[in-house]
């Protein structure tokens, strides 16, 4: 049974940082390309980023370029999410996807 799992959300000031982790289970994560999605109240579920198998290529939507860095571990079946320099507008619930499947998010709020 594939099974995601993230943590790390939370309440940050905008300039603030979090640490998303997503830990997986049931499928084969080092052969799987994994992602970050996030949706914000009223709006469409968003690509954030994406990492390959050994995490040598990676992709970040424009709006988070610069500012949020994708990582895994495989050896620990977990992906991360490193988020520096949030804005309010990153407020969000983030999800992470792998295995065809998704995890059951974890919010993210950022004050103004």
């Known amino acids: 049974q594939v099974q995601l799992v993230e943590s790390g959300g939370g309440l940050v000031q905008a300039g603030g940082s979090l640490r998303l982790s997503c830990a997986a289970s049931?499928?084969?994560?080092?052969?799987?390309?994994m992602s970050w999605y996030r949706q914000a109240p009223g709006k469409e579920r968003e690509l954030v980023a994406v990492i390959n198998t050994f995490g040598h290529s990676t992709y970040y939507a424009d709006s988070v370029k610069g500012r949020f860095t994708i990582s895994r571990d495989n050896a620990k079946n977990t992906m991360y999410l490193q988020m520096n320099s949030l804005k309010p507008e990153d407020t969000a619930v983030y999800y992470c996807s792998g295995g065809n499947s998704w995890g059951q998010g974890t919010q993210v709020t950022v004050s103004s």
């Open positions: 049931g499928f084969a994560f080092s052969s799987s390309g």
